[in-house]
């Protein structure tokens, strides 16, 4: 309730496509409720589907117009760069097998992408859209999404401002339990192509929430991945990837960690945890209640942090919309990825210097995510034997 | 994860204006963001202020054209109603006592109103607003929007389906702290406009927030007010109205209740918590952690439902955008009462009955929450005896 | 792990008899375990039922000598005051209407006396027995066992020292669901005399778990009740007694508060909390999970400060045996009042001061207890008329 | 409430002796509260430290005859066993390079020993006392003292019975955070011992708290160790034994886990959590709050079961004392270890077949932990490779 004045002061809206989330998606909806959010992006063309009526169809439903509605990627990349109010930007929403080559298309004609992680789902892959990236004149943002909560930002602080002191332990778990029975025997499409290699990628938990628990600790943290030493597992019979895994995580500077995540974890939904102990305190925070922040200073009770409340410093208050007490969640904490990524699109438009409090995911945060499945593929295959990232 | 298909249908926006919400304003823009989020509407014209300067620039802030930002909202209803693509809804969000007004003038120009609560600083207003309403060829919406949460759907769906046997008891609080201390000396708007009986009303929390908490009790147990003993303190030394209420509460049939709402308890930030007992089970709700619904059938273990998961019906799955475990919030249950606002107006536009599944506050949820005010004020008066509504 | 040194060291046992607590009993069992747990006291008499052969039953099962074993407490206070040996206290776990006759017996006889709550049946009683009490050469010492709790303690220190200001609210509840349905004809014991009030008082809820929660807000807070106004509930078909009652307070000074106690809220087994706001801060702690004890300090986070942990200070640590984090419960909060009792018997033994530390409840809460089911009783007949303690 | 009758029929007081313990110590007063409890034991003689004077002054301190304190062990073993009125049993609290001696010397007089974990400071001598208890005419009692919770005993019944159906993982932990700063130079004489691998053993947290943990999660899913690998790290500069521990777990039959144990995780007091993860169902239980189990039925709503509340079995009612809601904590299930001991030392004397429902933990889980703490040594000086316990 201490919060006074419009949060909201409007700046234009970037004109947006999407690729995928048609009909049949999960998180095409997501992107398109994270852009609206803050107002910064106008939906105005779309590559829905690859096959003509189901993306035609899809663009109805979600208001665009018939001549910006494709079915090849590629023509859209062209068509919308050529016009004057072609699309300033793009999010891919496609299964991680079909990030690559939308994320070329767009990126070589100077639209800027935001793409679903992981970045792709091989590391050859990851390799060549690092470079085309690197090399290109737009931005690249992967919504790594669980970054953008305001929690999460204040940890981030805390643990690189030097308030946890040296960083020791780190532990990170993701346990769902969607997957527990056979799912993809059945026709759900979302359990059909995150269990297929072809499409997902040789992970299975460990490249659609893995990536996550790990893009998540090294963000908070800041720590660099020395090596680590993965046991994957198949539980549910017939599976072809993994659907649990264990994980040691020895980072430069001595720290030391485990992540496990898990899509057999019967009575979770979505428990992303994250706790980092430090020799002067810790943090703990977990997704499903992510307005909070325990903190634990040493030698002191613990401490209920909250989104917008006491305690918290500037780089925690950015990304909050109302007062503490309100929870926000994972639209307004994705939307925060979004709202960053509109501003750096604005300064570079302006010519300016992109904010440094703007710290979205990037490029070779995607990179480093595929290598970290690769290396969890690579190390379960020789006995949980330590590995590097080969990036 | 396990939520397939887009859940964002676009059906056209509904031309949306506003009053109030300027620069200083809080509550404006989570209206704004709520209006947003399905995608239902769009912001076209405002009153952001009386003062046609600070209405000026609030509209630029927001991105509406400069002949569509008014100063006076008599002159905005009028102009709109005569405009061809005028706005068909208007969100009124100005402090209590400058509701009546611009409600009034745009019911009577045929446009749906969306209001905030309490619906107006006196119960004289009330009345006089509930005849314009229901007089009114336009919908009256009012944003109690705790009861948008679909877990309070779900809750309301057990308690009236007869889930949990014959209701015998209500326990409904709503803590703050912000006030614990004489803000509304120093200058913050907020506090200053929400402790000035003459723009707030009589009644202090119990009006700000008591009157969610009642409301709240109301919408998921169905039950009536038979009569209420409140007990009304000012703790701040120089406080002109309540800031802390203690209200027994006497249903039709039976069942018995207390009300306690402060915003002088520290440590608090929105802790808005709902329990109702029945004779066969109980449910407990707490608005900071709104994806949780415990359930307790008599003889059986506690349960903890989740927004999207097992044993959620068709009422709680309403309402809901993605998968259990990620967390939806104080803005998503917002936006579904204006998204069941813009059903409404759909359906009316159509011709078409609304589909009995909306349940969004009404004008007579207005003039009763003045009322359960009014009848706190008079009951603390006269040493908490017992009264009744004053409908 | 912290806690260095044996806190057990021996005194002597003190020499204890028992009136009731035989084979039908619940609490009898409790209070053995608690005064053994410090090893204060040796169970050596007791008149366990004033069937003679149930209590030589009874004896034989809690290895008494058979000679030392009574079926009338009035022989027992005699026979044991006229031995070298004899009892030096007596522990009174009768049902209500049988607390007043032992209790008088032993006293007369310098017997000190450690008696279930609440004191009496009705308030005749009570007052009998506080004079008799009063006048004695004995201690008299009753069980509101949840003021042994440490961070009970560390609550009271916290508000009586004045870190949280000046008190203003005080919220306090006790809610069961043993009694949501006719449990007293079916034949259990409990339900059957806790019931009737000819055994039980003229309150229900109020007198078996309202006058814990009553004492503990009086305990914690030191503030002295002004008035009171109750409306009781009696839910469940054919009880005659209340089996729920809110309750709204006015203390001296001016801060305000409610208690609710209730038998019949389903899906709570003994869920008493105790909330205080001050003008600096605020405490909050549930009997479920004893060893926490919230703290809210005015502008900053809430802290969770845990038994024998950071910040406890020398009232909480008293009572605590073993280090945080491993959980003490019930049992040793209530071998606190017995470790007090003993500590204060021992004290008298040797003529020499009671350690102001000692806070134990005593006869005048007992009194205040009655008068308390008293007042709620006499208020709720007329209407929750504000009435005063009748003491 | 709903218990009725008392749970502590007296059977005779079994004598029981005490090695350690003496006035420096922290877990000799545990033991012995813990004998208490159910008043199953009575504590006559003891050598409760090396040094006479010492162990004099703790006899005299816990009231023991001064002609039963000893300073020798091997005197009291033999001394104990010539008298008519000699211990039963004797507890052996004394630092873990303590334990064998005296458990070699009171085993050989036919004396039962309740034994203090880990079992011995080496793998040697673990081995040398598995032999000498399995030869001998007396019980060997190892207090694992976490498998006395009921709720632990609840959940062992549910997986073992099936209703979590075919377990798949099994996480485990057991943080702390005293050991996060050099104490073992600051004369804290829990920290010396402790991090003195003459004493302790050449693990530190993995033999300390490590144990515990890998007990407990063997206790709860009877699940065979088929390999671990373990990454052991000492935090804290100076310190000679490991601090933090992460150890990846193969069971055979195909479940896997991971052990993490910590004594650097500030914030944490001894936050031992188990998780087990079937394919039908899972369980969570957190030590801190060990009256409570969550159970996740695939596809169903999570339960919060209580101690002694509805849904819980016989397994889990066992060592219950007091209604639910009633907390009870780490004294009463330390207690449930000593009363089932003498259960099983009554039946031995009796003759008769001691009850399967008896758990206590044996020498064969003293031996497992110490091969435990073995094979995490060996596996994380080979870089963490798998290894297969030693026993």
């Known amino acids: 309730m201490a919060i006074e004045g419009s949060s909201d002061t409007f700046a234009g809206r970037i004109r947006l496509g999407m690729v995928g989330g048609g009909r049949d998606a999960f998180i095409g909806a997501v992107h398109r409720i994270a852009s609206r959010i803050d107002d910064h992006y106008e939906l105005v063309a779309g590559c829905f589907s690859s096959t003509p009526e189901k993306s035609r169809a899809s663009g109805a439903d979600l208001g665009v117009a018939e001549d910006r509605v494709y079915a090849d990627f590629v023509e859209m990349a062209e068509k919308e760069a050529a016009r004057d109010d072609g699309i300033e930007a793009v999010a891919i929403v496609t299964p991680n ?12 004609k100077g639209i800027h992408v935001v793409c679903d992680k992981p970045l792709t789902a091989t590391l050859e892959d990851a390799r060549a859209l690092h470079k ?27 643990a690189q401002s030097g308030v946890l002191g040296d960083i020791r332990v780190v532990q990170v778990e993701y346990p769902q339990d969607w997957l527990a029975e056979p799912l993809e025997g059945t026709g759900q499409k979302q359990a059909d192509w995150r269990t297929d290699p072809a499409r997902s990628g040789a992970g299975g938990s460990t490249g659609d929430i893995g990536t996550h628990a790990y893009n998540l600790a090294r ?7 020395d090596a680590l030493a993965a046991d994957l597992q198949s ?16 980072f430069e500077g001595g720290a030391r960690g485990t992540l496990w995540c898990s899509q057999v974890a019967v009575g979770y939904d979505n428990r992303l945890r994250l706790r980092v102990f430090g020799s002067k305190g810790s943090v703990e925070w977990l997704q499903e209640e992510p ?20 305690g918290v410093g500037e780089a925690g208050l950015r990304g909050s919309r109302i007062p503490p007490g309100h929870p926000e969640g994972y639209l307004e904490g994705f939307a925060n990825i979004y709202s960053e990524a509109a501003e750096a699109i604005r300064a570079k438009r302006d010519g300016v210097a992109i904010d440094p409090a703007v710290t979205y995911p990037t490029i070779d945060d995607g990179l480093e995510g595929v290598a970290f499945v690769d290396a969890c593929v690579r190390s379960s295959s020789d006995d949980a034997a330590w590995v590097k990232l080969d990036i």
């Open 97 to 108: 097998h079909v990030h690559l080559g939308p994320a070329k298309a767009f990126l070589e």
């Open 132 to 158: 085309i990236a690197t090399d290109a004149d737009a931005l690249f943002v992967l919504t790594h999404n669980y970054t953008g909560y305001p929690m999460i930002r204040q940890a981030r602080d805390m």
């Open 219 to 225: 963000f908070v943290t800041g720590l660099k991945l």
């Open 235 to 250: 539980f549910v019979p017939g599976r072809r990837v993994d659907d649990n895994a264990h994980v040691m995580l020895r």
């Open 291 to 310: 307005n909070t922040l325990w903190y634990g200073p040493i030698g002191e009770p613990v401490r209920r942090m909250t989104r917008g409340g006491a």
